[in-house]
């Protein structure tokens, strides 16, 4: 099993800056990729961003230049830097991960974290 524990939500002014962080433990070998999704009310879950091991990244239009995800191998940890923030971004951000375990190849989800993004 691999849990995943998400941190970083709360609720900004527009124009603001919010950090989230997703931290992977368990029965981890190694991490494929990790990602970021969020889900608005009413509307489907869509991938924010993602990154693989390597460090290649990949960004949802809405978010470009505005939003950097990073992954600390070493401690299996995910960031996305959240910068000019919008009232469209306002959702739960779900962290996701694609990894190796001792039992197989996994894909998790976390419990999600709220962002709300108002004045």
């Known amino acids: 099993q691999v849990q995943l524990v998400e941190s970083g939500g709360d609720l900004v002014q527009p124009g603001g800056s919010l950090r989230l962080s997703c931290a992977a433990s368990g029965s981890i070998v190694r991490i494929n990729s990790m990602g970021w999704y969020r889900q608005a009310p009413g509307k489907q879950r869509e991938l924010v961003a993602a990154?693989?091991?390597?460090?290649?990244?990949n960004y949802a239009d809405s978010v470009k230049g505005r939003f950097t995800i990073s992954l600390e191998n070493g401690k299996n940890t995910m960031y996305l830097q959240m910068n000019s923030l919008k009232p469209e971004d306002t959702a739960i951000y779900y962290c996701?991960?694609?990894?190796?375990?001792?039992?197989?190849?996994?894909?998790?989800w976390g419990q999600g974290t709220q962002v709300t993004v108002s004045s």
């Open positions: 990154i693989t091991s390597g460090g290649s990244t």
């Open positions: 996701n991960v694609d990894v190796n375990t001792f039992y197989g190849r996994r894909n998790y």
